[in-house]
């Protein structure tokens, strides 16, 4: 088992359905990886046993419950598929869910966390989102949003953009920030 920990956070959008993509390149990199989930990646895009099978651990779908044994202490995040609500909520300040509470310690902990977003394009222009990404990056948060990261597609074209989303580049850019 590896020694470095990776945290990846798995929120509900279109990505979540190609989890296994990250989670085999992470594992390639050497990371041991814990996924945590929001409830609507949950009901819609994950299968959890599969998901636990392929990383050799639980997935986490919430708080930890009596005998339940605690995570890891994390190397480092990557929070990938990054949705408009999870951004702009922990952006806010706002952890009313377990991924929430968990990125808003993370980050109060300064562990490296990079963050991937799947957004379209209409999304992506709307000015709580622009600084919501500002106020996550002040926050030593890497978002990798626009040119070398991702880059929005139109209204309902997500299906077409899953293809071309950028998982090795959440990978490199949180080895970087790990070795800082």
């Known amino acids: ?34 996924c ?5 990646a949950i009901e819609h895009f994950l299968d959890l046993d599969a998901l636990a099978n392929l990383c050799g651990h639980p ?17 480092a995040v990557v929070v990938a598929p990054a949705t408009y609500n999870t951004i702009n909520k922990w952006a806010a300040g ?3 869910t377990y991924v929430l509470t968990q990125l808003a310690e993370l980050t109060g902990l300064g562990v490296p966390i990079v963050v991937l977003p799947f957004v379209n394009t209409a999304l992506a222009a709307n000015r709580v989102f622009l600084r ?4 996550l990056r002040a926050s030593g948060v890497t978002v990798l949003f626009g040119d ?14 899953m293809e071309r989303y950028p998982w090795r580049a959440a990978l490199d850019a949180v080895w970087t920030r790990s070795q800082r």
């Open 132 to 135: 919501s990404v500002d106020e």
């Open 94 to 96: 706002i952890a009313d």
């Open 1 to 34: 088992m590896s020694e470095r920990v990776l945290y990846l956070m798995i929120c509900g959008a279109g990505p979540a359905d190609q989890i296994d993509r990250m989670v085999k390149l992470a594992q390639a990199d050497g990371w041991d990886v814990w």
């Open 36 to 40: 945590v989930a929001t409830p609507s």
């Open 59 to 75: 997935v986490r779908t919430g708080h930890q419950r009596t005998g339940q044994p605690a995570l890891p202490k994390a190397d």
């Open 148 to 161: 070398g990261g991702f880059v929005p597609h139109p209204p309902r074209t997500g299906g077409q953009a």
